[in-house]
């Protein structure tokens, strides 16, 4: 056997949360039931939203494009579930906004069989129908943030992608879906990688894995075909690791130029779970329709990683896996990026990685806020090493253009370290969060000036 | 089941354990063994220096609150560190009344006119010692004897002073160590100071119990080592290259060391977040800088003892070392210019 390649080197600065995966992360991937009804947002990805291209009273296969996309940042959407369009209407979504939104009822006899696309062979396919197969099947950045995956791929006619990083880093407490992708869906992950170097034309690939995941590590390894040009990295054990940013000084020891992209270091990143749909669904032409999401937290009765259909109601996954009597907020992503959820009327969508139900004992943020004593935690646990102290005091005196133009503000990716060491519980990042929207904001208006 | 009303919060949605109040809390639990000695050795002069402190720092704090309608912070401890750190630099014999006027001043001009807790830029216990040394110079440089027979049984006359009344002294007044290295250039043996069997404020006595309370905080992480290490080191290099260069006119390192205030200073004072960089280059210079400073006072000066004002001028620099020794950030090539 190949001995595994464990890596010290890794960012500076950064954080160690509690990570409590060994809740979830022995449990295999179960399929989930069809809800009886299906509620689909159109806006499930970074972009233009989709455009509905069906209509209400229609029946559907599983598998039918359901919504194209609406230009070059923006994919289709396809059904979950046979059944039929009920309702075309708006519904709420996480961030509060409402969005387009089709109610589909699910046939009872739906089953897993999908309607065939066009297959794209590996062998056969150039670059450019690669990343177009990519677009047409929905695919979204699956680690949370929902990028389209194609517009990311793209490299630039001026740049060359070295190496492709493949991101298992899963640094946020509490998830284990890249996990359990690794080990359950590895001849997907491999397949997707092989198309994704085809696409950008890296010369290689080097899957990126936490040292709290050797198994997956090892199970990989045991899998990859000597021949490939395809490495693993054990890294050490991090947060917030999985940022690209961080993800790329750890394995290959440059830091991306503040403003820049991972291409601009010649490298492009994708999350294993996304590579492994790749894997999945470009064989067959198939469009995604569902993806593997861990339910857990103390409120949740039957915790797991479960392999839900897309627009499956957050109301009807709850009632399936069960919760405590006392809860009081849950959240979609992980513990320390994801947002918590004020409606359970919302669905499971593309971006969804993660449901975590804390009961009313293990909410933090009732925690009161103290004055900043200095104390220089969140200094020391800034991936950019940024001075989340001094811009948090700026933005209390509204200085934000000052905290963009001397402080590197725009560069803040929000991970939330600086919050979750402080120790007077200043909202750090929310501050960051709203003084980003404000300069952004100015200076559009500048420019439209 | 699931109509209950959801709370919603923003990320991130778990903290790390340590809170101010927490950290504020340890501090005073660090400080309390050097108090105790301080107690040990001076006796019931000591134990009422030390309550005036913090009683009038706590008075301070509270009616200064309500005075200006904020919160009262009276229960963050921070009042409480700020009068024992008074008291510890205070003389054992020294009027209780002046020992109030610090505490309202340390409080008041210290913290409360610059916002309340975070937002001071000097350690407030050692502006309520400055304003007392300039305000009674007298008082504050005259010292009791250590261990004296009957401190357990009788209170010096001079402590229990009428306020505005030049208080009489009544017991021979013995030299620190760092005055009599001064005016009369008699060395104290180094085991004397570390283990505080001298003459001198109340917490300079004993620098290992000082130590060892700092150790502890730093061990906790809610000191920042750094600080200290810099501080020492840089005042053992200079008094050493010093002594190396004439014995006879520049004390051991030693001294320097376990002698005054420089220990409670390099622990507790200097260590003080608020008044402390926060970034690690910023933090080393803060560190040397007070060291030096400590040797050039308390050899060249014209006091014996240099690390209040020491410490009070770093604290000055500390927010523009941040900004002139900013760390580089991630993914830039250079400082951007401030």
Same mark, same amino acid.
């Given at each position: 056997?190949?001995?595994?390649?464990?890596?010290?080197?890794?960012?500076?600065?950064?954080?160690?949360?509690? +990570?409590?995966?060994?809740?979830?992360?022995?449990?295999?991937?179960?399929?989930?039931?069809?809800?009886?009804?299906?509620? *689909?947002?159109?806006?499930?990805?970074?972009?233009?939203?989709?455009?509905?291209?069906?209509?209400?009273?229609?029946?559907?296969?599983?598998?039918?494009?359901?919504?194209?996309?609406?230009?070059?940042?923006?994919?289709?959407?396809?059904?979950?579930?046979?059944?039929?369009?009920?309702?075309?209407?708006?519904?709420?979504?996480?961030?509060?906004?409402?969005?387009?939104?089709?109610? !589909?009822?699910?046939?009872?006899?739906?089953?897993?069989?999908?309607?065939?696309?066009?297959?794209?062979?590996?062998?056969?396919?150039?670059?450019?129908?690669?990343?177009?197969?990519?677009?047409?099947?929905?695919?979204?950045?699956?680690?949370?943030?929902?990028?389209?995956?194609?517009?990311?791929?793209?490299?630039?006619?001026?740049?060359?992608?070295?190496? !492709?990083?493949?991101?298992?880093?899963?640094?946020?407490?509490?998830?284990?879906?890249?996990?359990?992708?690794?080990?359950?869906?590895?001849?997907?992950?491999?397949?997707?990688?092989?198309?994704?170097?085809?696409?950008?034309?890296?010369?290689?690939?080097?899957?990126?894995?936490?040292?709290?995941?050797?198994?997956?590590?090892?199970?990989?390894?045991?899998?990859?075909?000597?021949?490939?040009?395809? +490495?693993?990295?054990?890294?050490?054990?991090?947060?917030?690791?999985?940022?690209?940013?961080?993800?790329?000084?750890?394995?290959?020891?440059?830091?991306?130029?503040?403003?820049?992209?991972?291409?601009?270091?010649?490298?492009?990143?994708?999350?294993?779970?996304?590579?492994? +749909?790749?894997?999945?669904?470009?064989?067959?032409?198939?469009?995604?329709?569902?993806?593997?999401?861990?339910?857990?937290?103390?409120?949740?009765?039957?915790?797991?990683?479960?392999?839900?259909?897309?627009?499956?109601?957050?109301?009807?996954?709850?009632?399936?896996?069960?919760?405590?009597?006392?809860?009081?907020?849950?959240?979609?992503?992980?513990?320390?990026?994801?947002?918590?959820?004020?409606?359970?009327? *919302?669905?499971?969508?593309?971006?969804?990685?993660? *449901?975590?139900?804390?009961?009313?004992?293990?909410?933090?943020?009732?925690?009161?806020?103290?004055?900043?004593?200095?104390?220089?935690?969140?200094?020391?646990?800034?991936?950019?090493?940024?001075?989340?102290?001094?811009?948090?005091?700026?933005?209390?005196?509204?200085?934000?253009?000052?905290?963009?133009?001397?402080?590197?503000?725009?560069?803040?990716?929000?991970?939330?370290?600086?919050?979750?060491?402080?120790?007077?519980?200043?909202?750090?990042?929310?501050?960051?969060?709203?003084?980003?929207?404000?300069?952004?904001?100015?200076?559009?208006?500048?420019?439209?000036? | 089941?699931?109509?209950?009303?959801?709370?919603?919060?923003?990320?991130?949605?778990?903290?790390?354990?340590?809170?101010?109040?927490?950290?504020?809390?340890?501090?005073?639990?660090?400080?309390?063994?050097?108090?105790?000695? #301080?107690?040990?050795?001076?006796?019931?002069?000591?134990?009422?220096?030390?309550?005036?402190?913090?009683?009038?720092?706590?008075?301070?704090?509270?009616?200064?609150?309500?005075?200006?309608?904020?919160?009262?912070?009276? #229960?963050?401890?921070?009042?409480?560190?700020?009068?024992?750190?008074?008291?510890?630099?205070?003389?054992?014999?020294?009027?209780?009344?002046?020992?109030?006027?610090?505490?309202?001043?340390?409080?008041?001009?210290?913290?409360?006119?610059?916002?309340?807790?975070?937002?001071?830029?000097?350690?407030?216990?050692?502006?309520?010692? %400055?304003?007392?040394?300039? %305000?009674?110079?007298?008082?504050?440089?005259?010292?009791?004897?250590?261990?004296?027979?009957?401190?357990?049984?009788?209170?010096?006359?001079?402590?229990?002073?009428?306020?505005?009344?030049?208080?009489?002294?009544?017991?021979?007044?013995?030299?620190?160590?760092? #005055?009599?290295?001064?005016?009369?250039?008699?060395?104290?043996?180094?085991?004397?100071?570390?283990?505080?069997?001298?003459?001198?404020?109340?917490?300079?006595?004993?620098?290992?119990?000082?130590?060892?309370?700092?150790?502890?905080?730093?061990?906790?992480?809610?000191?920042?080592?750094?600080?200290?290490?810099?501080?020492?080191?840089?005042?053992?290099?200079? #008094?050493?290259?010093?002594?190396?260069?004439?014995?006879?006119?520049?004390?051991?390192?030693?001294?320097?060391?376990?002698?005054?205030?420089?220990?409670?200073? %390099?622990?507790?004072?200097?260590?003080?977040?608020?008044?402390?960089?926060?970034?690690?280059?910023?933090?080393?210079?803060?560190?040397?800088?007070?060291?030096?400073?400590?040797?050039?006072?308390?050899?060249?000066?014209?006091?014996?003892?240099?690390?209040?004002?020491?410490?009070?001028?770093?604290?000055?620099?500390?927010?523009?070392?941040?900004?002139?020794?900013?760390?580089?950030?991630?993914?830039?090539?250079?400082?951007?210019?401030?």
């Amino acid at each position: 056997m190949k001995m595994l390649n464990i890596h010290k080197d890794t960012f500076k600065h950064g954080v160690h949360p509690p +990570e409590y995966k060994e809740e979830t992360n022995h449990l295999p991937i179960r399929q989930f039931d069809f809800a009886p009804v299906l509620i *689909i947002p159109m806006a499930q990805h970074i972009g233009s939203p989709s455009e509905i291209v069906v209509r209400e009273g229609q029946e559907v296969e599983r598998g039918q494009l359901l919504a194209k996309s609406t230009g070059y940042v923006s994919v289709p959407i396809h059904a979950p579930a046979a059944g039929i369009i009920r309702k075309i209407a708006n519904v709420p979504t996480i961030s509060g906004k409402m969005s387009p939104g089709i109610f !589909l009822e699910v046939f009872p006899f739906s089953g897993q069989e999908v309607a065939e696309g066009m297959p794209l062979d590996l062998e056969t396919a150039s670059a450019d129908e690669i990343l177009k197969g990519i677009q047409d099947a929905g695919i979204v950045g699956l680690g949370g943030a929902a990028f389209p995956t194609h517009v990311k791929l793209k490299v630039p006619d001026d740049k060359n992608c070295e190496v !492709l990083l493949i991101n298992g880093i899963e640094c946020e407490p509490y998830l284990t879906t890249d996990h359990r992708v690794m080990l359950e869906q590895t001849e997907d992950v491999i397949h997707g990688i092989k198309y994704l170097m085809k696409a950008t034309g890296a010369p290689k690939a080097i899957i990126g894995i936490e040292a709290n995941k050797m198994d997956a590590a090892e199970h990989l390894e045991r899998f990859i075909p000597e021949d490939l040009p395809i +490495e693993v990295k054990v890294v050490p054990v991090k947060y917030p690791q999985g940022a690209e940013k961080m993800l790329i000084t750890s394995i290959m020891g440059v830091e991306v130029p503040s403003g820049g992209l991972p291409i601009d270091v010649g490298a492009v990143v994708v999350n294993v779970a996304t590579a492994a +749909e790749i894997g999945r669904l470009l064989p067959h032409g198939w469009g995604i329709q569902e993806r593997v999401v861990t339910i857990t937290g103390p409120g949740v009765k039957n915790k797991g990683n479960y392999l839900i259909p897309m627009g499956t109601p957050l109301r009807y996954v709850l009632d399936q896996v069960g919760i405590s009597d006392n809860i009081s907020e849950v959240y979609m992503g992980g513990p320390m990026m994801g947002m918590a959820v004020s409606n359970l009327d *919302i669905s499971i969508v593309k971006g969804t990685s993660g *449901i975590i139900v804390f009961n009313d004992e293990d909410v933090v943020s009732r925690n009161e806020e103290h004055p900043c004593i200095k104390c220089g935690a969140c200094v020391e646990a800034c991936p950019l090493s940024l001075n989340p102290s001094r811009m948090g005091l700026m933005a209390k005196f509204k200085a934000y253009d000052r905290m963009a133009e001397e402080q590197n503000l725009l560069d803040c990716f929000e991970c939330g370290s600086c919050s979750f060491v402080c120790p007077s519980h200043i909202p750090l990042v929310q501050y960051f969060r709203l003084s980003k929207s404000i300069v952004r904001k100015r200076k559009s208006a500048k420019q439209h000036a | 089941m699931l109509n209950k009303t959801l709370h919603i919060s923003t990320s991130p949605h778990i903290v790390k354990g340590n809170s101010t109040q927490v950290i504020m809390k340890n501090v005073v639990y660090a400080l309390i063994p050097a108090a105790l000695f #301080s107690v040990f050795t001076f006796g019931l002069s000591a134990l009422l220096v030390l309550g005036t402190a913090v009683a009038s720092c706590l008075i301070t704090e509270y009616a200064l609150c309500k005075v200006s309608g904020r919160k009262v912070t009276t #229960s963050d401890y921070s009042a409480v560190i700020t009068g024992l750190l008074l008291g510890m630099t205070l003389p054992p014999a020294f009027p209780l009344w002046m020992v109030a006027c610090g505490g309202f001043i340390a409080i008041g001009l210290g913290k409360f006119v610059f916002g309340g807790l975070g937002y001071n830029v000097f350690n407030p216990a050692l502006v309520g010692r %400055a304003v007392l040394q300039a %305000a009674f110079p007298v008082a504050i440089t005259t010292w009791t004897d250590a261990l004296s027979a009957d401190r357990f049984t009788s209170i010096p006359s001079s402590v229990l002073a009428l306020p505005f009344m030049e208080p009489v002294y009544d017991i021979t007044s013995g030299a620190t160590p760092l #005055s009599a290295f001064k005016f009369d250039h008699h060395i104290t043996p180094s085991f004397d100071l570390a283990f505080g069997m001298i003459g001198g404020s109340l917490g300079e006595t004993s620098s290992f119990l000082i130590l060892a309370g700092g150790v502890y905080l730093m061990i906790r992480k809610m000191a920042n080592w750094k600080i200290t290490v810099s501080i020492l080191t840089s005042v053992i290099v200079l #008094s050493g290259a010093l002594h190396l260069f004439n014995a006879e006119l520049y004390p051991s390192p030693l001294f320097m060391l376990f002698s005054g205030g420089l220990m409670l200073g %390099a622990c507790f004072m200097a260590t003080d977040m608020v008044g402390s960089p926060l970034t690690t280059k910023g933090i080393i210079v803060y560190g040397a800088f007070i060291g030096i400073l400590v040797v050039v006072i308390r050899i060249w000066g014209g006091l014996p003892e240099g690390v209040m004002y020491a410490i009070l001028l770093g604290n000055a620099l500390s927010p523009q070392l941040d900004q002139w020794l900013k760390p580089r950030v991630y993914g830039t090539s250079k400082k951007k210019k401030s």
